[in-house]
């Protein structure tokens, strides 16, 4: 139930990725000649300082943080790296800062669904911290004899995702999953398709998704595929007024998934009409 001490995988020189056993997350660790970059950093205080002791395993350098987006497995952990800047999307940082509150709702529930009373008490403690450093198209850290490389390429899994890249090393955030269909619980279903595209031109032979195992290329183009075919019957249905379990049997997702990205990609519609 709870992660397990794994070992960094070394995808390109001093560039590592870090799978989790809880919620299969991956967190990445790019290290140059200065400093050293953590992206995302896990469900908690004891997750991250889980993450801290192993990243001080690998590296002594200063440490500066990213976060690929606002949900709560994947930047919890950011007040135990003190004094560390944060890098991500003025979205996330606004999602944190205003309604963080409603991210503890979410962890302490996800949490207790997956039966882990254990750190369903944990996310109590956590002291919410955003990111200071804002993103909003491009930005390059530099670490030190390299530089990492991040963008936010368009509303997507959620409005504030942020990618980073380095050596052709693609972090991707949850814009991409392994092993699970993707999450829309935030998403934009309309505008995620462009965001993959707009991806793909970055993406080398390895891509580190958000949760799961390590990706192809063609994993990626074909998550792409999806995400046109998704916003495609979405359209449609909308254009037909279908209602929603109807509509949900055109797409290419499991049920429950299927009408959660329907209701996303309708409100954006019914918003586009109101405009
Ligand atoms: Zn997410």
């Known amino acids: ?13 001093g560039v590592y990725a870090r799978p989790h056993t809880a919620q299969r997350l991956n967190v990445g660790l790019v290290v140059g000649a200065e400093r050293c970059a953590v992206i995302d950093t896990r469900s908690s205080h004891g997750q991250g300082r889980d993450l801290a002791r192993a990243v001080r395993a690998i590296t002594p350098k200063p440490w500066v943080l990213v976060n690929t987006h606002a949900h709560w497995d994947h930047c919890f952990g950011n007040a135990v790296f003190t004094g560390a800047p ?14 963080g509150e409603a991210e503890r709702r979410a962890a302490r ?6 039966g882990d009373a254990r750190l369903a008490e944990e996310v109590a403690d956590v002291v919410i911290t955003p990111p200071g450093r804002l993103v909003a198209g491009e930005a390059a850290i530099d670490l030190g004899g390299r530089r990492l490389w991040l963008a936010h390429l368009g509303r ?16 991707a955030g949850d814009l991409l999953e392994e092993g699970a269909p993707p999450d829309f619980g935030d998403a ?28 192809r290329r063609a994993d990626a183009e074909e998550q792409a595929a999806l995400h046109a075919e ?46």
């Open 1 to 13: 139930m709870h992660a397990a001490l794994r070992a960094w995988t070394e995808l390109a020189d």
């Open 86 to 99: 944060i890098w991500g999307h003025p979205a996330c940082a606004r999602r944190l800062a205003v309604d």
């Open 109 to 114: 529930a996800d949490a207790l669904a997956e």
């Open 156 to 171: 997507g899994h959620t409005d504030g995702d942020v990618v980073a890249e380095v050596e052709g090393v693609v972090f």
């Open 188 to 215: 934009f279903p309309l505008d995620w398709p462009a965001t993959l595209e707009a991806l793909l031109p970055h993406l080398g032979a390895v891509v580190v998704p958000g949760h799961g195992g390590l990706l």
């Open 230 to 275: 998704v916003a495609r019957a979405a359209r449609e249905a909308h254009a037909a007024a279908l209602p929603v379990d109807r509509a949900a049997g055109a797409l290419p997702l499991p049920p429950e998934a299927a009408e959660v990205a329907l209701r996303r990609a309708w409100r954006q519609l019914d918003a586009e009409g109101r405009a």
